[in-house]
């Protein structure tokens, strides 16, 4: 795995878990008592009061339920609380995602949970219930920002509704965590963190706005100064870690807002399916119109077509499949050794495609699907073409007849001997698209093979209304 370093993957992590982690946090002023002796830092207001967070915490979780339409398992708590408090709680919590970014073992764990804690202004734990605010991290934080009205009342009172909102998440939206410990790469842990900060901000802000137009004394602008908050600037002479933080702190609290907000206008996947699988590229929180592209008809077809071919390599049996955007390089491999004047236009009209690779056993051995567009259909069609002339002259038996049952759609089937194994492969078009694999499975048992090329043929043609069935081919 390739790892940026640790220092820079703590703040994505914290952004992650539901903590407010904004700032490079400055010392605080430190009074001292009579006879020399140091007292607490003076935090003071209504952030310390216990009895007014409670207060506050019961009407944030009312408009919470109101706001999301989810009740809450339990009701949380809120009290005043220190970093120690949340590191300890946070360790068990996140030990899978700390191991992601890098912590090597228990030790690492625990050093990942004290850094991020240091710099908490609030952060729930879901095993006790409890919202745990750091008031000497809120001054810290409006004093970063260099504006003390961040610490408002007001912006209190939305700050618990934010953690109300991330506290019924947890309890309800349990694939959230399922697939946040199950993350494999920073970027996934980042989209994550995006889904879960983002949400909370859709949710806040819209609260935010019926109390500026209920409430007198409740200014439009609380909501901006509760963002200015979170996302309080590092200093100057911040470590790598502080600039580092305070940048994925936008990310996910700015992008995961309006990624979010475009998620909660779209019935599909809408908010608890994204919960349930957060998108891992952070191209998608920045461009949400290219997510949710995914779950239009047209949009489903790469995985409705990855299901045809993925019955013949079950995870059951050992396969693993990994899917990525097909490179333009895998493009023009097809045409070799063809020379480039004969195939440049064709491979220039591609537009996008995706590569899907199936792997058991030793390296070499597997197969590889692909589902490649091209601008137009006559495109699509000259390409398999030459991907037929490309490879008959590179030594490749090509059968009689066309690809799929009996030869019967548009395009080839054969074998080739490749890194000593036999590679069966074919392709075809079906409008603006090419679909080909290329396997090292059962390769003298055609069937099974063309079934699925069949299958998946079938559903390209019905996305674009190239035809109804086979027979009109």
């Known amino acids: 795995m390739n790892l940026r370093p640790v220092h820079l993957l703590i703040p994505l992590l914290g952004i992650a878990l539901g903590l407010l982690v904004p700032f490079e946090k400055p ?113 810290a934080a409006a ?5 003390d009205s961040l610490t408002h009342e007001n912006v209190l009172r939305l700050l618990l509704v934010r953690m109300g909102v991330i506290a019924v998440d947890r309890q309800l939206m349990t694939g959230w965590k399922e697939a946040l410990d199950a993350a494999k790469t920073p970027d996934a842990v980042a989209c994550a963190g995006a889904v879960l900060q983002g949400h909370a901000q859709y949710e806040t802000e819209r609260i935010g706005k019926t109390w500026a137009n209920q409430e007198q004394d409740f200014d439009a602008d609380t909501f901006d100064k509760l963002v200015a908050l979170i996302t309080a600037p590092a200093a100057e002479d911040a470590t790598p870690e502080g600039q580092a933080m305070a940048s994925e702190g936008k990310f996910a609290i700015i992008k995961g807002h309006a990624f979010m907000q475009a998620i909660a206008k779209r019935r599909r996947p809408g908010i608890k399916g994204v919960f349930n699988k957060p998108p891992t590229d952070r191209g998608h929180i920045l461009n949400p119109q290219s997510y949710l592209a995914l779950f239009t008809k047209a949009g489903r077809m790469p995985e409705e077509i990855l299901k045809e071919f993925a019955g013949l390599m079950p995870e059951a049996e050992g396969w693993t499949v990994n899917g990525e955007a097909c490179p333009p390089a895998d493009v023009e491999a097809w045409m070799a050794p063809l020379e480039k004047r004969i195939w440049n236009a064709e491979v220039s009209s591609f537009r996008k495609g995706n590569k899907w690779t199936a792997t058991k056993g030793e390296p070499g051995t597997g197969t590889t699907v692909y589902l490649l567009e091209f601008r137009t259909g006559g495109m699509a069609e000259s390409y398999v073409n030459l991907a037929k002339s490309a490879a008959e002259k590179s030594g490749a038996k090509i059968d009689e007849g066309g690809s799929g049952r009996d030869g019967g759609l548009f395009g080839f089937a054969g074998t080739r001997e490749a890194d000593g194994a036999t590679n069966a492969l074919q392709m075809t078009a079906e409008g603006k698209f090419v679909l080909a694999f290329v396997t090292t499975v059962d390769v003298d048992n055609r069937e099974p093979w063309d079934d699925a090329l069949e299958a998946a043929a079938e559903i390209l043609a019905k996305a674009q209304k190239t035809r109804k069935n086979r027979k009109d081919k």
């Open 27 to 139: 010392k605080l002023p430190i009074k001292k008592k009579k006879g020399g002796a140091v007292a607490a830092p003076a935090v003071g207001g209504k952030w310390s009061n216990e009895r007014y967070l409670s207060k506050r915490m019961e009407e944030a979780c009312v408009w919470v339920k109101e706001a999301t339409g989810m009740d809450f398992v339990e009701k949380p708590t809120v009290r005043r609380s220190t970093a120690d408090a949340i590191a300890a709680f946070m360790a068990p919590d996140y030990d899978a995602a700390f191991r992601t970014l890098g912590a090597a073992d228990e030790a690492g764990v625990r050093q990942m949970a004290a850094k991020l804690a240091a710099r908490s202004v609030a952060a729930y734990d879901p095993a006790e219930n409890v919202v745990h605010v750091v008031p000497e991290n809120a001054l």
């Open 143 to 147: 004093a970063a920002a260099g504006d």
